[in-house]
């Protein structure tokens, strides 16, 4: 009996908690047994999985599409403005980077070996990505199948103008993946195997280009985006 | 929705400072988490700050995340809901309580994500809530997504502060005894 009002009690407190009824005393006590009781845990963790689903019905509504960027800035520092930079010149910047890079995979391999991470085939990935993210492509590429993915969440090609996608692999001149579907934000690209050998470490851009591409089988317009391609987890 | 196991990938690739995932998680939730703030705040441009910071914290606390033993949407729902009541807290603080402002009409094309995540199946909740009295379902309600306090619900439904959380509590403890069948 004192334990079901005990078991009732918590559930009301826990629940409580969720809705944010309690006092700031109250909600401070809670959550210092909170950080030690699994079980109570579990009872607000439950409590928080019915109370959302109170947002069901709520429609999404897009954000103006400016804050994106705002947020990347308040996140990620607000990159000085420039004027476009060379394609050289933005490749110029990937050495700090790469430092990361090294030190992220370090850690991803010391969680595989304990196989927290699952076991799929690698996949590539890269951020193709304007200095001041005013153009933001996402790419996976996916060595088992060939394909290369892709959807632009930020800026799109130029009025009249089309997309095309490049690799640029160590010294090598930039090889033509493709243009980019007109209309679409979502592409799919399909690699050769020869130039899918060339994808790991290599650097993807995007470049704007007259309708059907490039005339010249190299860049010819302005590059919109740049990213280093990286191992995903 | 095949996008729980992508969300839940974003986060844990944000936790290991990875951008292009982040970008992602922000194609894939925003609109949801925005229409949260909005709902909770009514007023777009303080929504639109309360997104700032709720994207702000998952960023900064996404390696906390699998700790709470909250599915992905829950947790993300739950950081838009609390930050934005948050807000509307210190509002009424700032203006004194009672000022309700006209809803806003949802407004902007949905993406395909956006409308996946619309079409989640309504939960439990909804169907358990219709057996509790109006009143009650109606507080927990207020409580969760308008953030009234205690004593705002005692003054609502003018009855002394105790005898509302004595039936309130009464109530939730009726509504997890459904919501566990």
């Given at each position: 009996m004192t334990d079901d009002i005990e078991t009732h009690d918590e559930m009301a407190l826990a629940a409580e908690y969720a809705l944010g009824l309690l006092s700031p005393e109250e909600a401070a006590a809670f959550e210092s047994v909170l950080a030690v009781d699994p079980a109570l845990r579990d009872l607000y963790a439950d409590w928080a999985e019915d109370f959302a689903d109170l947002t069901d019905d709520i429609a999404p509504v897009d954000p103006h599409p400016a804050l994106e960027a705002r947020i990347h800035a308040a996140i990620f520092g607000q990159p000085a403005p420039k004027p476009k930079p060379s394609l050289i010149a933005r490749l110029g910047f990937f050495g700090p980077a790469l430092a990361g890079v090294a030190a992220a995979l370090a850690v991803l391999f010391g969680l595989?070996?304990?196989?927290?991470?699952?076991?799929?085939?690698?996949?590539?990935?890269?951020?193709?990505?304007?200095?001041?993210?005013?153009?933001?492509?996402?790419?996976?590429?996916?060595?088992?199948?060939?394909?290369?993915?892709?959807?632009?969440?930020?800026?799109?090609?130029?009025?009249?103008?089309?997309?095309?996608?490049?690799?640029?692999?160590?010294?090598?001149?930039?090889?033509?993946?493709?243009?980019?579907?007109?209309?679409?934000?979502?592409?799919?690209?399909?690699?050769?195997?020869?130039?899918?050998?060339?994808?790991?470490?290599?650097?993807?851009?995007?470049?704007?280009?007259?309708?059907?591409?490039?005339?010249?089988?190299?860049?010819?317009?302005?590059?919109?985006?740049?990213?280093?391609?990286m191992l995903s987890l | 929705m095949t996008e729980i196991l992508e969300i839940d990938d974003y986060i844990a690739k944000c936790a290991l400072g990875n951008r292009a995932a982040f970008t992602a998680l922000y194609s894939a939730t925003s609109a949801k988490l925005f229409g949260v703030c909005l709902r909770v705040l009514n007023n777009r441009e303080e929504a639109e700050d309360a997104l700032q910071d709720v994207f702000i914290k998952i960023w900064n606390n996404a390696d906390r995340y699998r700790v709470n033993g909250l599915s992905p949407m829950t947790w993300l729902i739950t950081i838009a809901r609390n930050q934005s009541i948050d807000r509307l807290r210190a509002r009424k603080a700032k203006q004194g309580a009672g000022l309700e402002e006209a809803a806003e009409l949802p407004s902007g094309a949905l993406g395909p994500e956006a409308l996946a995540l619309a079409a989640s199946e309504r939960g439990q909740i909804v169907t358990c809530m219709a057996e509790l009295d109006p009143d009650k379902s109606d507080a927990v309600r207020r409580a969760y997504l308008e953030g009234e306090t205690y004593n705002e619900l005692a003054a609502r439904y003018d009855v002394p502060l105790n005898t509302v959380r004595t039936w309130l509590?009464?109530?939730?403890?009726?509504?997890?005894?459904?919501?566990?069948?």
């Open positions: 595989n070996q304990f196989g927290v991470l699952n076991d799929d085939s690698p996949t590539f990935v890269a951020e193709i990505a304007a200095e001041d993210d005013s153009f933001v492509v996402l790419a996976s590429f996916d060595p088992d199948a060939g394909t290369l993915d892709m959807n632009r969440t930020v800026g799109g090609p130029r009025e009249g103008r089309a997309l095309e996608v490049w690799l640029i692999a160590g010294e090598n001149p930039p090889v033509s993946l493709g243009v980019w579907p007109k209309g679409q934000a979502e592409a799919t690209l399909a690699i050769a195997s020869d130039i899918a050998r060339l994808m790991d470490g290599g650097v993807l851009a995007v470049s704007d280009e007259p309708p059907g591409g490039s005339p010249a089988g190299a860049p010819t317009g302005d590059v919109l985006g740049v990213g280093k391609i | 509590r009464r109530n939730l403890i009726k509504l997890k005894e459904c919501l566990s069948r």
